[in-house]
Structures are given as C-alpha cells and as structure tokens.
C-alpha cells in the first residue's frame, strides 16, 4: 500500500488511508436491537476485508450492540472461535452501521486487538469521523507505525519503527508528495539524502532509492496487519 486514503478508512469496519478527509452522511433512527445481544457475524478478515453472515463463521468475528446515548450506539466486536474482544466498545453515528462489515459512521476513540489480546491499532477520529491519529503495533507488541492528520496544512505526519524500536522514517506527507523526510537504518546511522526519496514523491519506485525500498518493506508489513485489522 503506496498512499492511505482516509476517505477510505474503515469502509470494512475501522480504517486506514491519509489522503483527503472523507465526509459522511448520518441518519437517525429508532434501534430495535436488544442491548447486550449479537446483532451480526463476520467472515473472517482477508485484507482487511470482510463480509455479513447469517450464522457464526470459524475464523470470522460477531459484533454485540451495547445500548446508545445521545451521541451514537455503541457496538463491539469479538473473535468467533475464542470469544476475546477484537476490539474495545467504539460508537456508530448511522444505526444503518450497527450490522454492517462497511461501517463508515465510526467516531471518537477506536482500538482493535490481535487474538492474543494485543493491541493492534489504537486510532483516533473526531466528533464528525475525520481523521486524528493512528498507532499500529506488531503482534509482539511493538509499535510498527503512526500516523498523524495536521487539520490547519492537510499534511500528515508519517513515523515507522524497526523491530528493534528503532525509528526507521519520519516524513511530512501532502498527498503523495514528500514535503520532509529522514531516515534510518537498522542501527540507527541516518541514510544519505542522496539515496533518499529522490524523487520526492510516494509514487516513485525507483530501486537505488535506499528510502524507497524501506517505505516499501514497512508498508508492505503495515498492510499485512490487513487480516487482523478494519480496513478499506
């Protein structure tokens, strides 16, 4: 995955993309879910993808209506097969969502969990869904990336770490082009700008770019978390 899109994000039930503020609809509507009860199951995620089942799916999750306030419902999804939470309870604004693999209407603080009960994503959005924050983690409970929405320039702020807790890129993204960068490599000595994002853009794909091989490794492992996380 080149560039995220956040007009994207969460179309399967969470996010993940920065490009371009998505902008949604809500609708209001009388619940008729009993609170505390399964109002949904889920195949089990391929890319980040998912799809509705009318029975449990092995491998899949289920999602639980919790009850509404004057902001929103309140749902949480959990494993099928171990019965652990996939994710903590997040808020809907489109009771049209509360069933849905799509859900588009999320707002406030969402965190998703591996299976293991680590965390994996530990995103933010605003009253209206946009786009603040994102943390992803690797299954050993390092942190793999962060990504950072600056509302006043649109720019978003890009970091990655190594395995080993080291930082690998720190960029200042406005769309695809690269506004500031640095990078490192796995012991920490700074890479040259001479082999460094050259051509300044995420649409590059040049092979003597040390930094462009690097972005490429670590969003190819960023996307890889696709199976465990709410994405396009």
Not at 84 to 103: G, N, R, W, Y
Not at 156 to 177: C, F, H, P, S, T
Request: charge should be neutral; include cysteine; glycine fraction near 6%.
């Amino acid at each position: 995955m080149i560039a995220l899109n956040l007009k994207y994000y969460f179309s399967a039930s969470l996010l993940i993309g920065l490009n371009g503020l998505y902008t949604p609809v809500w609708a209001k509507s009388v619940v008729n879910y009993q609170k505390d009860s399964v109002v949904a199951y889920f195949s089990q995620r391929s890319e980040g993808k998912s799809t509705t089942a009318a029975t449990p799916q092995e491998n899949g999750y289920y999602r639980v209506y919790l009850g509404q306030d004057a902001k929103g419902y309140w749902v949480q999804d959990f494993y099928q097969n171990t019965k652990t939470k996939q994710s903590d309870p997040f808020q809907l604004k489109d009771v049209e969502d509360i069933p849905s693999s799509a859900s588009r209407s999320m707002f406030g603080s969402i965190k998703e969990y591996y299976a293991s009960g680590a965390v994996v994503n530990d995103l933010r959005l605003d009253s209206d869904g946009n786009f603040l924050s994102l943390k992803s983690y690797r299954p050993n409970g390092k942190i793999l990336s962060e990504y950072l929405h600056d509302s006043e320039t649109d720019h978003v702020q890009v970091k990655y770490w190594y395995n080993n807790r080291i930082r690998a890129l720190d960029m200042e993204l406005q769309g695809d082009e690269i506004v500031r960068y640095q990078a490192w490599r796995d012991n920490a000595q700074a890479i040259p700008k001479a082999v460094c994002f050259i051509n300044k853009s995420l649409e590059s794909r040049r092979v003597d770019d040390e930094c462009m091989r690097l972005y490429l490794k670590l969003s190819g492992e960023y996307a890889e978390l696709g199976n465990h996380q709410y994405r396009y």
